[in-house]
């Protein structure tokens, strides 16, 4: 969609003042917007605004930007939001209905957007091709400098896409849908939905990227333009996976999110080779199965993008003799059904205000003890590794939030290892 005239001649509200609310708001005063045509509203920040102000600019602006994470059905202005849907855009629309001479390729899923971002990204760099990355990984999509006919690798979170409305990628894939942010979508059906409308403007000359059979049913279902691209499985390319000289793209998750990689740079005519050459010299994303300490008596691993129980059964897979870190906000409907790989968890130390939830989830199934922090739980951690014959695992694999005690998931991984460090003599002994 084009804009019926200028930004500068149009008039905005933008809800949330984070980091892509700021970026709006920058952006649409570089592009010359006035300042008396812009109102803005942040939750956290009332005392600046004006809610009088903003609740009845809602009725007569153009656009509705609102930042991620913002529920509307839940917001103070609920009434004029839900009058004044039709208005409601997120920046990526901003984005999409400026940047017509740009190729985009927009990855979304429960799992694994951000690895496979970056190492799109990495791969297109490799290969001599102009690409930036940004949305819901590194910089707002509205502060990226593109240039014309170059590419931009765009990670899209579901409360993005819940509200977007001209998103239009060239190459798109959803990785994986499994339950997450059940309470800001209400449903998993809510939740299905926001991610696909990844692929509601797509003309036929674009590429869905699916490999789940449950996924393409559901495309087929809605009638979507593009061409479908069904993924192989990746381990069926034997001259492919011979090849691959890169231990964090061999684990199972990675595997995935590789393939998806693979199949959209075959569409963008990067030949195997420089593929691989490019997949090669990659290098992992931290604080997602970030292996910080390995000796031939102890692997300590820093998992801490896993927030939900399916994002950490990865982690309970691969290692053994695990002494598992769990515990902060449980998301809604998560539950742990551990199966065979409990006989890989010697412990479990419960952290965060959810003790009592997660010992819930755990009793019966592992022996586990309620430490509440992170630091606590590293000293009881020492002291049972002393009565421990196996070479253990020290794994923070959370399974949940991080915002009832830090400020997001990267806080709550870089105060892990600053412990480890601090205790690192005692490690060593």
């Not at 593009?226 to 034997?238: A, E, H, P, Q, T």
Request: charged share 25%; aromatic share 12%.
């Amino acid at each position: 969609m084009k804009l019926l005239k200028p930004l500068s001649g149009l008039s905005f509200a933008i809800y949330g003042l984070g980091l892509s609310g700021n970026s709006v708001l920058k952006y649409l005063k570089k592009n010359k917007v006035k300042e008396k045509n812009i109102y803005c509203w942040d939750d956290e920040l009332k005392k600046k605004f004006n809610k009088k102000k903003f609740n009845k600019s809602l009725d007569f602006v153009n656009y509705i930007v609102v930042s991620p994470g913002v529920d509307i059905k839940n917001s103070i202005f609920k009434t004029k939001l839900q009058h004044n849907k039709n208005k409601i855009i997120t920046d990526l629309d901003l984005f999409f209905m400026q940047n017509l001479n740009v190729k985009s390729i927009v990855i979304t899923g429960t799992n694994g957007k951000s690895t496979t971002c970056k190492l799109l990204e990495h791969i297109l760099k490799v290969n001599k091709f102009s690409v930036k990355l940004g949305g819901n990984i590194g910089k707002p999509i509205l502060d990226l400098l593109v240039k014309k006919n170059s590419f931009v690798v765009i990670e899209a979170s579901s409360f993005q896409l819940a509200y977007s409305k001209y998103i239009k990628p060239n190459y798109a894939a959803i990785l994986n849908i499994t339950k997450d942010h059940l309470d800001w979508h209400r449903s998993l059906k809510n939740y299905i939905s926001s991610k696909f409308n990844i692929f509601k403007l797509q003309k036929s000359s674009d590429k869905a990227f699916l490999n789940e059979k449950k996924l393409i049913n559901v495309f087929f279902k809605k009638k979507f333009k593009s061409r479908l691209i069904k993924l192989d499985k990746i381990s069926k390319n034997k001259i492919l996976i011979s090849k691959i000289n890169n231990s964090y793209l061999t684990t199972r998750p990675n595997i995935e999110n590789l393939n998806f990689a693979y199949n959209i740079s075959k569409y963008l005519k990067i030949n195997k080779n420089n593929f691989i050459k490019a997949i090669n010299s990659f290098k992992g994303l931290p604080h997602r199965h970030e292996l910080i300490y390995e000796s031939k008596n102890l692997t300590i691993i820093n998992d801490s993008k896993a927030t939900s129980f399916d994002a950490t059964k990865f982690a309970l897979e691969k290692n053994k003799n695990i002494y598992w870190i769990v515990g902060g906000l449980p998301k809604l409907g998560d539950t742990f059904s551990l199966g065979q790989i409990k006989k890989n968890i010697n412990k479990a130390y419960i952290i965060g205000k959810s003790l009592n939830y997660f010992s819930d989830q755990l009793n019966g199934k592992v022996i586990f003890e309620k430490v509440y922090t992170l630091k606590k739980a590293i000293i009881k951690i020492l002291k049972d590794l002393k009565y421990s014959d196996l070479k253990p695992t020290i794994l923070l694999s959370p399974a949940s939030a991080s915002y009832d005690q830090f400020n997001n998931f990267a806080h709550r991984g870089n105060e892990f290892k600053k412990l480890i460090k601090s205790y690192g003599r005692k490690f060593n002994s």
